[in-house]
């Protein structure tokens, strides 16, 4: 069966840090791209990030390039997206999901697998 777990989400003051972990399984890994994308109250899902598990290509939304990092632990199947200088339009629910190329990174349909998704809330 595959899955995705996303975790790590929480309440961080404005300015702060958190590592969000997106734990795969039921699939090669080491075939398919992670994305991870956010959606707020009342708007899109919007992608942010996407890093390819083959060759460790990272590519990331304006909004949060230069603040936000993703990697990769192949050998725990899992990707993080590090996320600092939170701010409070970070608010969102954060979902991984998994795609067999970063190429079309931001298009949401061309991901098969998702995770549940995982709360990240930056307050002022």
């Known amino acids: 069966e595959v899955q995705l777990v996303d975790s790590g989400g929480g309440l961080v003051q404005a300015g702060g840090s958190l590592r969000l972990s997106c734990a795969a399984s039921g699939f090669t890994f080491d075939d398919y791209a992670i994305g991870w994308f956010r959606q707020a109250p009342g708007k899109e899902r919007e992608a942010i990030s996407c890093i390819s598990s083959s060759d460790g290509s990272t590519y990331f939304a304006d909004s949060v390039k230069g603040r936000f990092t993703i990697s990769s632990d192949n050998a725990k199947n899992t990707v993080y997206l590090q996320m600092n200088s939170l701010k409070p339009e970070d608010t969102a629910v954060y979902y991984c999901?998994?795609?067999?190329?970063?190429?079309?990174?931001?298009?949401?349909?061309?991901?098969?697998?998702w995770g549940q998704g995982t709360q990240v809330t930056v307050s002022t």
């Open positions: 999901a998994a795609d067999s190329l970063c190429s079309e990174w931001e298009v949401i349909y061309e991901y098969q697998y």
